[in-house]
């Protein structure tokens, strides 16, 4: 009757290890959160969907694109519109005014003179009839006649000098409207079309004289070559050139992003499964351990062991829940981890837990260094990067060259005039060739020393060759990253293998113990130490594939392949096709 009471207990452990392998045990401690099944490809969904580093560096792409716009806006014609109407009253001595107005100022003097002579002549007739009168009442009154008062002299017309006449006030009433369609154009060409309308309406003030409205029309091509400095695409393109190699790299970052984050979130969901699967390991354990102590109480009662076999196992146990306990802490780690690359929002309502729904590890690639090598190169984000950063520094540098020449530039300008009375017959007269203008020359701008041109073609040679340098810096880190790559996946075979072997004889030492334990043959304190190294066995197995995953990850991601084994396409646009 003993041996069916000595072997429930084992019998038990079976059962119960059993059904924890097979069963959805919780894995955390979720204070009414709603635990969510999430697949490894919902992860990689949500995270292309509401990562925010992606989301971040997509918007960096557009701003990129729309610098180019803005560099290519140099080009843009520009038309500018100036329309002025004017009121200006100059003064201007009479030796400065034109021959009619000198008429004018002669024609008043005359006037002048004129009333002064009618003014003595009236003058002199009233003294003529005085002293008549008096003359006339000295004969009356039989008197000595009285002396006559003298006329007063009429003096003789003059032309005063018009030096010592007062300013004469011109006011010219002007409307003027200057039109111009200027720009530029990649080879340097700087280009200008102009018209100009004009309008002049003189006057004398205090004069009657009339003067001739003028009505004139100016439309002229004025054009300026440069010959040396600025001249081509080098040095106009410049900064058309840079934008394009920006957004190229602003595009290329922001997919080695979305990569990082499907790495990130690959990663973080095998340490998941991994914690998952080492939890129900040790709640196998401590079912275990409940199962010992429970069977050596029983071997107690009937004499067979001690009572320090039940405390060894009690010990186990406790240390097996220590255990249990960091593992499930270690699960809520890269639970949260998950959450910060698959979600965008942050809500206190949201009490989500998310727990791995299966995993299908990835299969173990060929490992051919050199092949994997030239992949690397062909694919690798950071280093297509760094050739267009190389790219962007060598279009500075052609840019720096440029401007260590000395400037000359050819001018030249060619118009038509149209004078007129009317403004349609200026236009009319202007572009029916009445009067012609045009110009050509040579502008030349030669710095001395050149201090700041020198200065910067050494700057740009510089930058030029840290370019250089990140590249051969990139190459050997993609050679030891594809290297180191590999060799843990070489090791992580072994590892796995080698732990898969160390549980298969756990396993096996276990049942010896088992059955020794039923015979009386062995200790409680060996049956524990077996039962240690079965399941701590079974957790390095566990992690030895988690490991293993993840370095096959890492071969993909130094390879710059894993977009593509996810089957990921994306695109400016933040479209995805899997």
Do not use: C
């Not at 990562?51 to 560099?71: F, M, S, T």
């Not at 009479?94 to 003595?120: C, I, M, P, R, S």
């Not at 060409?189 to 009505?215: K, M, W």
């Not at 990835?362 to 090598?373: F, G, T």
């Amino acid at each position: 009757m003993l041996r069916p009471r000595v072997f429930a207990p084992v019998l038990i452990a079976v059962l119960a290890s059993t059904a924890f392998a097979g069963a959805d045990v919780a894995v955390v401690d979720s204070k009414g959160g709603k635990e969510q099944r999430i697949t490894l490809d919902e992860a990689i969904d949500m995270a292309l969907k509401n990562n925010l580093d992606a989301e971040i560096d997509r918007v960096g792409v557009h701003i990129a694109r729309d610098r180019i716009r803005y560099a290519w806006g140099a080009f843009d014609p520009i038309l500018a519109i100036n329309t002025s109407r004017e009121s200006l009253e100059t003064p201007q001595n009479a030796t400065n005014v034109t021959n009619a107005a000198e008429a004018q100022q002669l024609e008043l003097q005359q006037q002048a003179f004129a009333n002064e002579q009618k003014q003595f002549e009236q003058q002199n007739q009233t003294i003529t009839a005085l002293n008549n009168a008096a003359a006339a009442l000295a004969a009356a009154n039989n008197q000595p006649a009285p002396v006559p008062q003298p006329l007063v002299p009429v003096p003789e017309f003059t032309v005063t000098n018009p030096a010592n006449t007062a300013p004469l006030i011109f006011d010219n009433e002007n409307f003027r409207m200057q039109n111009q369609l200027q720009g530029k154009t990649p080879l340097g060409t700087t280009y200008g079309l102009n018209l100009q309308l004009s309008r002049v309406a003189p006057s004398l003030q205090g004069s009657t004289l009339p003067f001739v409205t003028e009505d004139s029309v100016l439309a002229s091509l004025t054009l300026q070559q440069p010959l040396l400095r600025d001249f081509g695409p080098d040095a106009n393109l410049a900064d058309v050139r840079i934008s394009r190699q920006n957004h190229k790299v602003a595009t290329l970052t922001w997919q080695q992003t979305v990569m990082n984050s499907v790495a990130t979130v690959m990663n973080t969901y095998f340490d998941m499964v991994y914690t998952q699967q080492n939890i129900r390991v040790r709640e196998e354990a401590i079912a275990a351990d409940q199962n010992l102590v429970q069977g050596n109480q029983r071997r107690v009662d009937v004499g067979l062991m001690s009572p320090i076999d039940i405390r060894q196992a009690q010990v186990a146990m406790s240390e097996d829940q220590e255990i249990l306990i960091a593992a499930k802490g270690q699960f809520n780690e890269r639970q949260f981890a998950l959450k910060r690359v698959i979600l965008r929002d942050v809500s206190p309502e949201d009490t989500r837990v998310f727990v791995p729904n299966g995993l299908k590890s990835p299969a173990v690639p060929p490992l051919d260094p050199i092949e994997w090598k030239r992949t690397a190169f062909e694919n690798r984000l950071d280093y297509k990067i760094a050739l267009h950063q190389a790219e962007t520094e060598n279009i500075r540098l052609r840019f720096a060259r440029n401007q260590m020449l000395p400037k000359l530039d050819l001018v030249g300008s060619y118009g038509l005039n149209g004078l007129a009375t009317d403004m349609g017959q200026a236009w009319d007269r202007t572009f029916q060739g009445q009067a012609h203008q045009w110009s050509v020359g040579i502008v030349a701008s030669i710095p001395l020393f050149n201090v700041q041109g020198r200065a910067q073609l050494d700057i740009a040679k510089g930058l030029k060759e840290q370019a250089l340098l990140k590249i051969k810096q990139t190459e050997l880190t993609i050679d030891v990253d594809v290297d180191t790559a590999i060799s843990r996946i070489k090791t992580n075979l072994q590892h796995v293998e080698t732990a898969r072997q160390s549980r298969r004889f756990g396993e096996e030492a276990m049942k010896i113990q088992n059955k020794r334990i039923e015979q009386g043959q062995v200790s409680a304190f060996d049956v524990i130490d077996t039962q240690r190294k079965l399941y701590d066995a079974r957790t390095r197995e566990l992690a030895a594939k988690a490991e293993l995953d993840r370095a096959i990850v890492q071969l993909w991601f130094s390879s710059g392949t894993l977009l593509d084994e996810q089957h990921i396409v994306i695109d400016e646009g933040d479209k995805r096709a899997r």
